[in-house]
């Protein structure tokens, strides 16, 4: 990756033609892994990402236990997988949360679910197998019985000192919810990364006003927050800034100063009217590449002092393939790359293209595996295909197929998390 950087206001220097991949590899290579940490109760931890691996203190269960409602039984050897027509005194009652009595053999007590296993026991059945008498104090079962059934023996699920959670999970509820169980109440996470966008365009006009002639709503800064936000960022939003060298550098200041990491769409080409660039490289160090792709180009990376940059182009899919896995690592997830998942073309594609080319479809349940329907219009500027697709196909370049080509596919769901 050498000779990638663009010297300010040589705008007639080719910029460096990338592969997607290559361009990617430089990315993430250049992530400085945020190392900022503090402990937050489980109530506030969902989405945060783990710094340090949890172990557990406990087993869990602490202790065994029933595995359902019926009765525990002390069997006698001479009953263990003898005949059916057995029957047991019934001595004890033990809900969950009580500890029963010792239990003398032959002798059965109800228990139900998660209840302390009592002293003696060695079997539970289940209650619908159980036949009592009206009086409720004794049981009569009529199949062979066998030692240890229904019993969920201590430690089943989690021993003592075993890592239940590692460091760089991003996470879920079922993530808060075993850390809970135990007994953990506060979790050790990287602190939000703050993120700064700006966006420069004077023909750019926020929803709520209206256009004049050769205007159009800005959709990319909602898009981009959102984005942000979505990936549990603290996103510090300067807005739409005047469209001059002088406003872009302020901005790049004001966001420097405080931000790990700082963004825009659109603005980075080598156009006279696009200041994102000469500015950032006159308060940093800038790259700029042409990549191979389709949406995407141009993508521009560099820094503003302590704080990285990345240019993006205008469609909301470039922020999707490059700045999420840029920002999963940098937030210190351990899986920060994007996930493919294969799917079979409900298309033909007859015309070989040199760029790798990421289209929206909407995938149809009924095959196996699912099929995509393109959508018919694949230009940068449908935003509407955005929310009509499912995801999107990765179509490697100069290829050609036939209906039933098997593809890369990206869940736009699994993208925006």
């Known amino acids: 990756m050498k000779n990638q950087e663009v010297d300010c206001g040589c705008d007639q220097v080719q910029q460096p033609l990338l592969a997607m991949d290559e361009a990617l590899d430089f990315l993430l290579n250049a992530v400085v892994i945020n190392t900022n940490t503090h402990l937050v109760s489980l109530d506030n931890s969902l989405y945060q990402v783990l710094a340090q691996d949890v172990c557990s203190a406990i087993n869990v269960p602490d202790f065994d236990n029933s595995a359902m409602d019926g009765y525990a039984i002390n069997l006698k050897e001479d009953q263990v997988n003898t005949p059916g027509g057995v029957s047991f005194e019934v001595t004890d009652r033990i809900p969950a949360g009580s500890i029963g009595n010792t239990l003398s053999p032959g002798c059965a007590a109800r228990i139900f679910t998660g209840a302390p296993i009592p002293q003696g026991a060695n079997t539970v059945i289940m209650q619908e197998e159980c036949e009592a008498s009206e009086d409720g104090n004794r049981i009569e079962i009529w199949r062979p019985l066998s030692l240890d059934e229904n019993i969920r023996p201590m430690g089943n699920d989690i021993q003592t000192h075993d890592v239940i959670l590692r460091a760089g999970l991003q996470l879920k509820p079922q993530d808060v919810a075993l850390a809970a169980s135990v007994g953990v109440a506060e979790l050790e996470v990287f602190k939000k990364l703050k993120v700064g966008v700006f966006f420069t365009g004077d023909e750019l006009v926020e929803p709520g006003n209206a256009l004049n002639r050769g205007e159009i709503y800005n959709s990319n800064r909602y898009a981009l927050v959102a984005l942000l936000r979505q990936l549990n960022c603290e996103v510090i939003n ?23 990491l700082i963004m825009t769409t659109g603005g980075v080409s080598v156009g006279e009217e696009d200041h994102v660039k000469p500015a950032v490289e006159k308060l940093g160090k800038l790259s700029l590449w042409r990549i191979k792709m389709k949406p995407g180009k141009p993508l521009a990376f560099g820094h503003v002092g302590k704080a990285a940059f990345i240019g993006l182009p205008g469609n909301p899919v ?31 594609w007859r015309r070989p293209r040199p760029r790798r080319e990421f289209v929206r479809v909407k995938l149809d349940h009924s095959t196996i595996p699912a099929s995509a329907n393109l959508y018919p219009k694949q230009g940068s500027d449908v935003l509407s295909s955005v929310v009509w697709a499912d995801g999107l196909v990765e179509i490697p370049e100069n290829s050609t197929f036939s209906q039933g080509e098997v593809l890369n596919y990206y869940s736009l769901t699994e993208l925006t998390l």
């Open 318 to 348: 470039s922020a999707i393939l490059f700045a999420r896995p840029f920002i999963k690592k940098m937030q210190g997830v351990s899986v920060y790359k994007n996930q493919s998942t294969q799917v079979q073309t409900n298309f033909d």
């Open 238 to 260: 300067l807005g739409n800034i005047k469209d001059s060298l002088d406003s872009t550098c302020k901005a790049l200041e004001i966001l420097a100063s405080d931000c790990d």
